[in-house]
């Protein structure tokens, strides 16, 4: 049942978003993908009516196609999360750089379809870091897609890369140019994040926090961290993992 | 005779454009609004017939629009139809305090059910 007041309808929702034996609860994932599988089925229906122009058509069905590629993204994401106890991720040396740009390669015709920019913002030979790639590449672009939905139309989101605490690791942050996050939630996000919460976290009412969530589990199993900072225009969700004390060659 | 507008509060930018579209194709005039907040101020400066509202948006919920536009004599008789993927859990009798006339599941809902809730709602 859903409540008047927003406070009590996160109570509710949290309640929902209890996981089940350490995993998202089946009430979260359905939540999560309802989203863009509402959207294709719309766009699928309008263009069954054939009364869309050609370029019309032609836009709807990028858009369904970018869509579903976000879903499968996201089914993906959750059959990772529930093989993270199970299985071994192996860690080695990863050029941040590189992997970034992989990032930003794959995920640039979803910014451009939003009309939004998306760059890479980083020193020119940062420290190779010691993560598991696909799963350092799954946290990227869960924050990157969770920037897309924060930024304004025609902004950017910029992926940094920085070294910290005198190179001991290199953080990934990024950057949305989007409203404020409240204190309060910022405050109650890091809360989250730190305190390994058994409740997925959301920064917005409409979301479940599930992309959070999966991204806090992955940098975990890397021995990394994830946290935010708030800026006055935006936030970085950013994550932070060992550098490899093997020099940088890349 | 000037064709009635229709303000379309809704946080997913395609869904709403989607929105406009099937409006656009039978005439209405369409405004977007991404966030409660802007659409606020979008109510103001469109004056809209209609508003098509979704429950769960970034920054603050439907209920906050819904309190700020009661507030107001002329803001307060814009019917409103609420689209949801929640709908299951709402009741028209609930909402209608909020000037809510209609309620569309997101989920099951056809372009054609948006047109005749919009239409349905101006009579």
């Known amino acids: ?250 | 005779m000037n064709q009635p507008t229709v303000l379309i509060v809704e946080d997913d930018e395609w869904l709403a454009e989607q929105f406009a579209r099937a409006l656009k194709k039978e005439n209405y005039h369409t405004a977007v609004s991404l966030h409660a907040l802007s659409a606020i101020e979008m109510v103001d400066k469109v004056h809209p017939d209609a508003i098509i509202l979704d429950v769960l948006l970034t920054g603050s919920t439907a209920f906050t629009l819904m309190h700020e536009l009661q507030t107001y004599d002329d803001t307060s008789r814009i019917p409103i139809i609420i689209c949801s993927n929640l709908a299951s859990e709402l009741t028209i009798e609930n909402l209608k305090p909020y000037g809510v006339k209609r309620i569309l599941d997101k989920a099951s809902m056809r372009p054609s059910d948006l047109i005749a809730a919009v239409k349905s709602v101006l009579l």
């Not at chain 1, 978003?17 to 309802?34: D, F, I, M, R």
């Not at chain 1, 920019?117 to 990227?140: C, E, M």
């Open chain 1, 1 to 250: 049942m859903i409540y008047m007041s927003t406070d009590k309808w996160e109570c509710e929702q949290s309640q929902e978003g209890e996981l089940v034996n350490g995993l998202p609860s089946v009430v979260v994932a359905a939540h999560e993908l309802k989203s863009p599988l509402t959207l294709v089925r719309q766009l699928s229906l309008m263009l069954e009516e054939g009364s869309a122009s050609a370029e019309e058509q032609k836009r709807m069905l990028r858009q369904i196609s970018l869509t579903t590629e976000k879903a499968l993204r996201l089914t993906c994401d959750l059959t990772y999360s529930a093989r993270l106890s199970d299985s071994l991720f192996k860690l080695e040396p990863i050029n941040p750089k590189q992997l970034c740009e992989d990032v930003i390669r794959e995920m640039t015709p979803l910014f451009r379809a939003h009309n939004r920019q998306f760059k890479l913002v980083s020193t020119r030979k940062p420290l190779l870091l010691v993560g598991n790639r696909d799963l350092l590449r799954r946290i990227i672009m869960n924050l990157s897609d969770n920037a897309l939905n924060y930024t304004e139309n025609g902004e950017r989101v910029e992926i940094k890369i920085e070294t910290c605490a005198a190179g001991q690791f290199v953080r990934l942050g990024v950057r949305d140019y989007g409203p404020a996050l409240p204190k309060d939630t910022l405050k109650m996000l890091n809360k989250k994040l730190e305190g390994a919460s058994s409740t997925p976290v959301h920064a917005r009412p409409q979301s479940s926090g599930l992309g959070l969530y999966i991204v806090s589990q992955f940098a975990d199993a890397m021995n990394g961290s994830v946290g935010i900072t708030r800026h006055r225009d935006g936030a970085t969700f950013y994550v932070d993992l060992q550098s490899s004390k093997q020099l940088s060659l890349l």
